[in-house]
């Protein structure tokens, strides 16, 4: 329901919906596809059957979790919560209700602090007049290579208190971006057998455009055949800062 997590950038990950599909470049090697074969190999039960009750394919099919919309209320300790690290809380097959129920918990639980990342920031825009939106939810695009940057706009529609960009696996440069509005971009190399390699210059010039527009930058890291294969060092440090106004308990979390 949920758990801790490698993530450098959260502490702990929670999935009240599990399952999603390939909609950008971004997602042609998706981690979470190739984590969920290897959970229904495994015999997790989240992962035996691929939506609508199938038991063929890879484990992947949108699936909602009512049973995990306990599990923020019994974490006493504040956290910084990745929501639906397995899955993308937008996607058209999560029903209206659910999402309302899982906005619910999220505002009921304030010691914590939600992350929610989308690549469907069209259906959070049409739904974000149904939906509380407390401080402690930060609302997150994908945005990947320039064929996606349109994201960002979408995101400005959001009422979010925070607004964060995941420019992971990054693709390809990112020029001239207008982050507006936007509190926080991460940015990374992707990870794993058939990783496509990530350039300096693309990186660099996302980190001073974040400094140049007073955005705050995380480098999470370069990828490789495994994340942690060519470290997170850019031009000699590390780079982990989190949004100027975020609570004291996130900017700790990730030290």
């Known amino acids: 329901m949920g758990s801790a997590t490698g993530i450098e950038w959260t502490e702990a990950t929670w999935n009240p919906t599990t399952?999603?599909?390939?909609?950008?470049?971004?997602?042609?090697?998706?981690?979470?596809?190739?984590?969920?074969?290897?959970?229904?190999?495994?015999?997790?039960?989240?992962?035996?059957?691929?939506?609508?009750?199938?038991?063929?394919?890879?484990?992947?099919?949108?699936?909602?979790?009512?049973?995990?919309?306990?599990?923020?209320?019994?974490?006493?300790?504040?956290?910084?919560?990745?929501?639906?690290?397995?899955?993308?809380?937008?996607h058209a097959r999560v029903p209206t209700e659910f999402i309302q129920r899982v906005f619910a918990v999220m505002e009921a639980?304030?010691?914590?602090?939600?992350?929610?990342?989308?690549?469907?920031?069209?259906?959070?825009?049409?739904?974000?007049?149904?939906?509380?939106?407390?401080?402690?939810?930060?609302?997150?695009v994908s945005v990947e290579n320039e064929a996606v940057t349109w994201r960002l706009d979408e995101l400005r529609e959001v009422p979010a208190a925070f607004r964060f960009v995941s420019a992971e696996p990054?693709?390809?440069?990112?020029?001239?971006?207008?982050?507006?509005?936007?509190?926080?971009?991460?940015?990374?190399?992707?990870?794993?057998?058939?990783?496509?390699?990530?350039?300096?210059?693309?990186?660099?010039?996302?980190?001073?455009?974040?400094?140049e527009q007073d955005v705050a930058f995380f480098f999470k890291q370069w990828g490789g055949v495994r994340p942690k294969s060519n470290g997170r060092e850019l031009d000699g440090r590390t780079w982990s800062d989190m949004p100027k106004r975020a609570p004291a308990t996130a900017l700790a979390a990730v030290g």
């Open 170 to 211: 990054l693709l390809g440069p990112l020029n001239n971006l207008n982050l507006s509005g936007i509190d926080w971009l991460i940015a990374g190399g992707e990870s794993g057998p058939r990783h496509r390699p990530v350039q300096h210059d693309w990186v660099a010039d996302l980190r001073d455009q974040c400094l």
């Open 109 to 140: 639980t304030p010691r914590h602090t939600y992350q929610v990342l989308t690549k469907r920031p069209k259906r959070a825009v049409r739904l974000a007049g149904e939906l509380p939106w407390p401080g402690n939810v930060w609302l997150g």
């Open 19 to 90: 399952g999603c599909d390939r909609i950008s470049a971004g997602c042609d090697n998706c981690y979470a596809l190739t984590l969920a074969k290897r959970l229904k190999a495994m015999g997790v039960a989240r992962y035996q059957t691929d939506g609508n009750e199938r038991t063929s394919g890879p484990g992947f099919g949108v699936v909602v979790h009512p049973d995990a919309l306990a599990a923020p209320f019994g974490w006493r300790a504040p956290r910084l919560i990745f929501v639906n690290s397995m899955s993308d809380l937008f």
